[in-house]
């Protein structure tokens, strides 16, 4: 199993990150899959879930009309479209599948002016 996300970045308050995670080694189309979040020296959190056919998502109350978390079975992607982004959103993302007890290297967002 392998989750490579990517797209993090340095962004001011108010703007806008796509994530992405390439996963492989697992039939992706079969699993939920999950973003997490990890502030330093704090636990990893669940931001957003998705179904394994897309069809229903979930999020964090912190997060809910800022993050849309979707996926792409053909290309084994799942993504996190984070709008408005705040301070409080700096962390490390992960990107996980249900189940599967294996996490990528993770992504830096940090939100600052």
């Known amino acids: 199993v392998q989750l490579v996300e990517s797209g993090g970045g340095l962004v001011q308050p108010g703007g806008s990150l796509k994530l992405s995670c390439a996963a492989s080694g697992f039939t992706f189309r079969s699993y939920v899959m999950r973003w997490y979040r990890q502030f330093p020296g704090k636990e990893r959190e669940l931001v957003a879930s998705?179904?394994?056919?897309?069809?229903?998502?979930d999020y964090i109350r912190s997060v809910q009309g800022r993050f849309t978390i979707s996926r792409d079975n053909d290309k084994n992607m799942v993504y996190l479209q984070m709008n408005n982004l705040k301070p409080e959103d700096t962390a490390v993302y992960y990107c996980?599948?249900?189940?599967?007890?294996?996490w990528g290297q993770g992504t830096q967002v940090t939100v600052s002016s």
């Open positions: 998705i179904t394994s056919a897309g069809t229903s998502t």
């Open positions: 996980k599948a249900r189940f599967l007890d294996y």
